[in-house]
C-alpha cells in the first residue's frame, strides 16, 4: 500500500465505521487480531466492537476534521494521523478533543493502533470517558 491508498482507506473508514456506525463493515477494515491503545486502554478486536456498539447508543453523532497531518511509512505500513474530533452525546452535550492515531497495516487491514486523546474543553473528560468504554 503507498501513502495515497492508505489515506484513502483511512478517510474511507472514518466516514463509514466513525461517522456511519456502519458496523457491518467491520471486518473489510480489521484483521481478526487487531489491538488497540487508547491512552494506555489496551483493547482487543471483540472488545473494539463492543466499544464501537457503545458509541453508537450512547452519542447521537461524531464529526470528523480533515486530517491535519498524514505520515505514511511505507516500509513498515504505519500511517499516522492527527485530526480534531466533535462528540455529540444523545443528552444533547458536545465534546472536542484532538486526536493522534499510529495505524499498522498488515494485509491491506488494520491490524495495530496506538492514539492518544486530549479533551479540548477545559475540564471535559467525558470524550475520554467514551473513548475507554
Known amino acids: 500500500m503507498n501513502k495515497a491508498q492508505a489515506t484513502t482507506f483511512m478517510t474511507t473508514l472514518y466516514r463509514d465505521v466513525m461517522s456511519r456506525f456502519a458496523l457491518d463493515q467491520l471486518d473489510h477494515y480489521f484483521t481478526s487480531d487487531y489491538t488497540q491503545n487508547t491512552n494506555g486502554h489496551q483493547m482487543d478486536y471483540k472488545q473494539v ?16 476534521s480533515y486530517f491535519s497531518d498524514v505520515v505514511f511509512d511505507e516500509a513498515t505500513q504505519t500511517i ?54
Open 49 to 64: 466492537k463492543q466499544h464501537l456498539t457503545n458509541l453508537q447508543k450512547n452519542l447521537d453523532h461524531l464529526v470528523f
Open 80 to 133: 499516522t494521523v492527527a485530526y480534531q474530533l466533535t462528540a455529540t452525546q444523545n443528552n444533547g452535550h458536545q465534546a472536542l478533543a484532538e486526536v493522534i492515531s499510529i495505524f499498522t497495516f498488515t494485509n491491506d487491514k488494520l491490524s495495530r493502533c496506538h492514539e492518544l486523546i486530549t479533551p479540548l474543553m477545559q475540564d471535559d473528560r467525558s470524550f475520554i470517558d467514551l473513548a475507554l468504554k
